[in-house]
């Protein structure tokens, strides 16, 4: 019994969903002034199929510019879009990318990859790590004392 | 070398329309990027222009600063300033800007140099707002020039005793009188003067507070930078001669560079305070540069980019204060949190980077200058270390008095910030503290 009372109001629930007009009509219960004339009721029709014009005219109306054009909306709209997409996808973004991926930039990974290796080498040999004679001492000229003179030397 | 001016010269038929030139900078600016990889220090050559490591970070800096210019300056463009001049001017600057430090020839080097201070000249006294903007201009007019004459000169005796001026062919100089010693004034002067050392520091100040946001921008954003590119330029040169001198401007630049901070404390507009500021981050560089070892040269570099991005984001900021309360006082910028609370993570973002924190570019520059100052020197540590705190103590002082507090009494209400504000700081901060994850794109 309570299941079939059930059944009865889903149906009506839903009959009146699918059956619900595109135009409502609502009817405030504000009333007008007491007189002694007749009242009229003002309904207000609110139509759900345009709303459209009505919200755009609002955004017009209450326009805040995103900073690059204070007249026209549609200039600003367009010009922050293109700076957008040059500035941060191109420029942060894309070039974040490459620079971060870079194969070896200036030899770093090349060059640390020979120093280990070369290292390995004179640790097997017994060699230190860095020859005390890297420039043969015949090659190197330094000027004789009476030329220095007092002159100061800076290292 | 070309495929990147003649863009740019082409840019300059766009001067009317605002947009395509702000696009068009920016797409440069992604050009120059992906043109990073190269494993000869001497890449896109051709037409006696050249990039090595350093001048590849500078002209990228350059047209990345001109593109954040463009965005920061909508008020040039909304009251129609003669904007299409704006935009000339600008981009003439940029090629101007960018010639310099693709040079690779010492004359050519020292024609674009002193050619790009005309554009700034202009900028300054065409778009700048107080009376004062014509000493401001005599000042940087003349401080420049009355020290790049001996430059010039001194470039043509050396073309005369060594028959070449292209910079990568330069024979180090030996010679011990007095002359060689005047020789080396006349040349490393002119740089000193742009950088600026302390002692010929004047003319800084006054022309970054007179100058609209765009001079402010550009000024503190790259022609600094000239003068310490110059001096890594011109000393290889000199290598012999600059070890003897190399004390003098190292003790200036400490104690110049303290007692600019100490200056700093006092300002009371605060163009003025980020400009002091500048002078004392560039005397941080001057002694990395003069000392002239290889972590002074990377720490220089990597400090003066740092620089560039952080001081024009500041300036910026102080701009954007300026347009809506139409001062720059910090007694009625007060309290600014309660009037544009978005802006204060900017401001706080930037202030931060400006005191050299963790992660921004600055703090590596700055450790890197330390070690190098300290490893010449022990005595300096004294210097170093009030340099340091100062810094953090001025930076501080600007963000609490401008952000925190009760706000002055006579301002109403400001729109919080426009997004095209918020972008350009944005694209300055990210840069900036983004960049340290991988600066071997800076070093030397």
């Given at each position: 019994m309570a299941a079939l009372t059930r059944l009865g109001a889903l149906s009506l629930r839903l009959n009146q969903r699918l059956l619900q007009p595109s135009v409502v009509r609502s009817a405030g219960i504000s009333t007008s002034k007491k007189n002694k004339d007749t009242v009229t009721v003002t309904d207000v029709i609110t139509d759900h199929g345009k709303t459209k014009t009505e919200s755009s005219e609002a955004a017009t109306k209450n326009w805040v510019s995103w900073g690059f054009d204070r007249f026209s909306q549609v200039e600003d709209n367009s010009t922050m879009h293109m700076t957008f997409f040059v500035a941060i996808t191109l420029c942060i973004v894309t070039t974040g990318f490459i620079w971060s991926y870079l194969p070896d930039f200036r030899m770093r990974d090349w060059a640390q990859r020979e120093a280990f290796l070369e290292l390995r080498r004179r640790e097997a040999l017994g060699l230190p790590a860095i020859d005390p004679d890297l420039v043969p001492l015949d090659k190197i000229e330094l000027p004789a004392d009476e030329e220095l003179g007092s002159r100061e030397i800076i290292i | 070398m070309l495929k990147f001016i003649l863009p740019l010269i082409l840019l300059m038929?766009?001067?009317?329309e605002w947009k395509v030139s702000q696009v068009g900078l920016f797409f440069l600016s992604f050009l120059i990027s992906v043109n990073?990889?190269?494993?000869?220090?001497?890449?896109?050559?051709g037409f006696s222009l050249g990039m090595d490591y350093i001048s590849y970070i500078m002209i990228l800096l350059s047209v990345w600063i001109v593109s954040l210019i463009l965005i920061s300056s909508q008020k040039i463009k909304n009251l129609n300033n003669f904007s299409s001049s704006f935009i000339s001017t600008n981009i003439f600057l940029l090629l101007f800007l960018m010639l310099t430090f693709s040079s690779m020839d010492y004359l050519m080097f020292y024609i674009s140099f002193e050619a790009s201070l005309i554009p700034t000249l202009i900028l300054i006294l065409g778009w700048g707002y107080q009376p004062e903007r014509i000493q401001a201009g005599i000042y940087m007019l003349f401080y420049t020039l009355a020290f790049s004459l001996p430059l010039l000169v001194s470039l043509l005796i050396y073309y005369f005793l060594t028959g070449s001026l292209v910079i990568s062919l330069g024979v180090p100089l030996e010679g011990e009188n007095y002359l060689y010693k005047f020789w080396y004034m006349s040349t490393v002067l002119a740089f000193l003067v742009k950088l600026p050392m302390f002692m010929f520091h004047l003319w800084l100040p006054k022309a970054h507070v007179e100058a609209p946001i765009a001079g402010s921008m550009i000024l503190a954003g790259v022609l600094l930078k000239l003068g310490g590119y110059g001096l890594i330029r011109v000393l290889i040169m000199f290598q012999e001669m600059n070890k003897s001198f190399c004390w003098f401007w190292v003790s200036l630049g400490i104690v110049g560079g303290v007692y600019i901070s100490l200056m700093c404390m006092r300002q009371v507009d605060m163009k003025s305070l980020i400009a002091y500021s500048s002078v004392v981050h560039m005397s941080l560089v001057l002694c990395g540069i003069m000392i002239f070892s290889l972590w002074g040269l990377a720490g220089s570099v990597i400090l003066m980019v740092g620089h560039g991005l952080c001081s024009s984001g500041l300036f910026c900021l102080a701009n954007m204060v300026y347009e809506r309360t139409g001062s720059r006082s910090l007694m009625v910028n007060k309290g600014l949190l309660a009037f544009m609370p978005s802006m204060g993570l900017w401001w706080f973002l930037l202030s931060v980077s400006n005191m050299a924190s963790p992660p921004s570019l600055n703090l590596m520059g700055e450790i890197m200058l330390i070690l190098t100052v300290l490893s010449w020197s022990k005595i300096s540590i004294l210097g170093i270390s009030l340099l340091s705190f100062f810094s953090a103590a001025y930076t501080l002082y600007m963000y609490s008095l401008s952000q925190h507090g009760i706000f002055y009494n006579s301002l109403y209400s400001c729109c919080s910030g426009k997004v095209s504000e918020y972008l350009s700081l944005f694209l300055h901060w990210l840069p900036l503290n983004a960049m340290i994850m991988n600066s071997t794109l800076l070093m030397i």
């Open positions: - | 038929k766009f001067n009317k990073c990889y190269h494993n000869f220090f001497l890449f896109n050559s």
